[in-house]
């Protein structure tokens, strides 16, 4: 289907630069027969209308096009270009606040607002039928989502840079698709190589230091993450990115103390802010902070009520200090809904029955659990725990000993021994 879709764009734009109208017509009819290819023929019509002059055709296409609430990054850069070169600044400006609280559309949004402030008039997205032709690739690698496409989605990335060099946003993906292939050191030189005059600048460089984290390499990525900060203390996203480097080197007071930066840029937090707090009460945790940490957590449920993983960490942290129990285990039976072959979500809602003395159900949940996620000694610890408050001791000490294998923690491991010994108290749990 590929095929189809790649020689129909390339037709289309060949014969754009032929000026041959019916053969345009003739290729977008084929492209829109193709299922599942109707955004791109309606964008790709959008862009060769405007290319060949033809206002109110370009500006119904556009519009097709737009037609969502969270429109592609290029889709938006094209019609606000679009309405900005033909008189248009108003609607443009319209266009562009009303995707300004959107975080992935920064990159087009700020320089579009900026141009109209200072009343420059930007060059149309595609120049030339080579360029129609790169964008086209760009278009099909960008849908290339999944891993296993990752390799396909480069070539034709490679392709569109060959006839378009400045494409910018396609050597962003293209960087992305190696960090998909985990080759985090060529993903690093494509975004390094991106010039500091890119709208893409800063995020490439928060996205090359968080690799050069992904290789151990923390220092280096906190330096330059500090490089960022320093340079624009209002940029909340290379702040998220350095208390994340910081939390995974084990430097949770300086991580809290860069979320806490990343906080006071934001101003009022949206829905899309919900991880940074997450991150934070992560590395509170790691403090003993628990009660500052569960604030962070629902401030993020506030944002995000339905992020199984929120609801998990919160029920688990209520389960495990004794608080909350009922209430947990709804926010747990939750989550379980939302993802229900998460091991670690089944095991939280297991040790939640547990908790609430309903062993046979913790034994049959922490069972699945275990099925889900072989091999976590945490998880197999707790079904020992199940199993032998159902009386099922033989079954609980063969759970004791595979969790004491998969086990590394010392301290875990002594508790598992002494259990293996004595059994459990007679004291319920």
Not at 345 to 370: P, Q
Not at 387 to 412: M, V
Request: net charge neutral; no cysteine; glycine share 6%.
């Amino acid at each position: 289907p590929f095929t189809v879709l790649t020689l129909s764009l390339f037709d289309a734009w060949a014969a754009a630069a032929q000026g041959d109208t019916a053969g345009i017509e003739k290729d977008l009819q084929a492209l829109a027969a193709q299922k599942g290819a109707e955004n791109m023929a309606a964008f790709h019509t959008a862009l060769l209308q405007d290319y060949l002059g033809k206002t109110q055709r370009a500006d119904a296409a556009y519009k097709k096009a737009m037609n969502t609430s969270a429109p592609p990054p290029r889709v938006l850069e094209a019609y606000g270009r679009f309405l900005e070169r033909n008189g248009r600044s108003t609607d443009a400006l319209l266009l562009y606040r009303s995707h300004q609280n959107n975080g992935g559309l920064a990159t087009v949004v700020r320089p579009g607002l900026a141009r109209i402030a200072a009343n420059e008039k930007p060059e149309s997205l595609v120049r030339t039928p080579a360029d129609g032709a790169a964008e086209a690739l760009f278009g099909i690698a960008a849908s290339l989502t999944d891993g296993q496409s990752a390799d396909v989605s480069i070539l034709y990335l490679r392709m569109a840079l060959y006839l378009r060099p400045d494409l910018g946003l396609a050597n962003v993906l293209l960087a992305d698709r190696f960090e998909t292939l985990r080759k985090f050191e060529a993903a690093i030189a494509i975004y390094q190589a991106i010039p500091r005059d890119s709208p893409y600048y800063r995020m490439a460089q928060v996205q090359a230091a968080l690799n050069q984290q992904r290789l151990g390499k923390n220092d280096a990525a906190i330096a330059e993450l500090k490089k960022l900060v320093a340079s624009d203390p209002a940029d909340s996203e290379s702040w998220v990115a350095l208390g994340d480097t910081y939390r995974a080197s084990e430097k949770y007071a300086e991580a809290i103390a860069a979320y806490d930066s990343a906080e006071k840029a934001i101003g009022t937090p949206a829905r899309r802010n919900w991880p940074m707090f997450y991150a934070r009460a992560m590395a509170k945790e790691r403090l003993k902070r628990l009660d500052d940490s569960e604030a962070d957590i629902e401030v993020a449920l506030k944002l995000s009520p339905d992020q199984p993983e929120l609801l998990n960490y919160l029920g688990y942290s209520w389960v495990d200090r004794g608080r909350k129990i009922p209430e947990a285990l709804t926010m747990l039976e939750k989550a379980r809904k939302l993802r229900p072959y998460d091991g670690y979500i089944v095991d939280s809602v297991g040790w939640a029955y547990y908790r609430l003395g309903r062993y046979e159900d913790a034994a049959k949940t922490l069972n699945a659990a275990v099925l889900l996620v072989p091999g976590d000694p945490t998880i197999n610890d707790h079904l020992g725990d199940a199993l032998w408050r159902s009386g099922k001791k033989i079954a609980a000490r063969f759970q004791w000993n595979h969790a004491i294998t998969f086990s590394t923690d010392p301290e875990e491991k002594a508790a598992i021994e002494r259990k293996l010994k004595n059994g459990l108290s007679e004291k319920p749990a």
